[in-house]
């Protein structure tokens, strides 16, 4: 391979590590309690280790601003809680979060007024803001949760290469089929359970062992272009439901990690998993088109060109393994 081809391959890696460092795609959340004589305001946002990206609620009576709030972390987010004294109601009030025009994160807002009534709003970067009413949808927002897990499957980047991986490495529709309802029904399964409470696994291993599983994907699929027998094309379906068990974990923090309402969470469970599926299957339509165009648009298309998706895979895997491994033993 010559040096162009090498250049070549190395910025489509920088491009990949950047996209990678600059897009979080778990949600934050705010949670307001209304009492008769004070306000308890509960932060979540997403982090590695102590280092989150630039979020701030803030409320246009100022008490974000003029109070001190009790910080900590848990390795996955960062937490701010406010308790205020104060008389004032919350409704009509503008929740503004400061920042997330700038990501592509999305806020889940829970207020509880004194009289019991709720309120639950999603908050995203293209609308950052929102009046409290009493009036507004105090629902479950059905449509919200689907979008999260369309948007948590389409922006995880891990879980796509990962299903990418299997895309390559099988061949035949029907054995792709079972390979990727084994994938959806294992992590189906450790998502319940995981949401649910029925099973408890720290977030940072899953998602270095998540790594481990793409990076093992790549060498099988380097293994199999040279021409070897490989576990993961004999039995495709067997390696699916193993990981897809770990990826079940992952898609669970993405939940577990906001701290839901514990009486949402079987139907945002449903509906999160729902749209968790609908996007897998708009990715896997969209690179089975392109596979398609590209085959027919260059049918004398390099044979060192089907290397980089293996090595591109194996190498970002990599880079979130050990960088992973360092919230584990660094948090």
Not at 27 to 46: D, G, S
Not at 275 to 284: P, S
Request: charged share 15%.
């Amino acid at each position: 391979m010559n040096k162009l081809r090498k250049g070549f391959i190395l910025i489509v890696f920088q491009l990949l590590f950047q996209w990678a460092e600059a897009h979080e795609i778990r949600p934050a959340y705010l949670e307001i309690r209304e009492y008769p004589n004070r306000v308890e305001i509960f932060w979540k946002q997403p982090a590695s280790g102590e280092t989150g990206i630039y979020l701030t609620p803030v409320l246009t009576s100022g008490w974000l601003t003029d109070s001190t709030s009790d910080n900590s972390s848990t390795g996955a987010a960062l937490i701010r809680q406010w308790k205020i004294k104060t008389k004032k109601t919350i409704a009509g009030q503008t929740i503004t979060i400061d920042g997330l025009k700038n990501t592509i994160t999305d806020v889940l807002v829970k207020i509880i007024f004194s009289d019991g009534t709720s309120v639950t709003r999603i908050i995203r970067p293209s609308d950052p803001s929102f009046v409290i009413s009493k009036s507004q949808q105090s629902a479950l927002p059905v449509l919200d949760y689907l979008r999260l897990g369309i948007e948590h499957i389409l922006f995880g980047i891990d879980h796509l290469l990962f299903v990418l991986a299997l895309i390559l490495i099988v061949k035949g529709k029907r054995r792709l089929l079972k390979t990727i309802t084994a994938f959806t029904l294992a992590h189906s399964i450790t998502l319940a359970a995981a949401t649910l409470g029925w099973v408890h696994i720290p977030s940072a291993p899953v998602e270095a062992v998540i790594a481990l599983s793409i990076i093992f994907l790549a060498v099988e699929l380097v293994h199999y272009y040279q021409g070897k027998k490989v576990f993961s094309r004999q039995y495709p379906w067997v390696v699916a439901f193993i990981f897809g068990l770990l990826h079940g974990f992952g898609f669970a923090g993405a939940l577990a990690n906001v701290g839901l309402p514990p009486n949402d969470i079987p139907l945002t469970l449903f509906l999160f998993n729902v749209g968790v599926e609908t996007g897998q299957i708009i990715f896997i339509f969209a690179v089975m088109l392109v596979i398609w165009v590209l085959r027919n648009a260059l049918k004398n298309m390099p044979s060192w060109m089907r290397w980089i998706p293996p090595y591109a895979i194996g190498c970002m895997a990599a880079f979130w393994f050990f960088q992973r491994l360092t919230i584990i033993y660094f948090p």
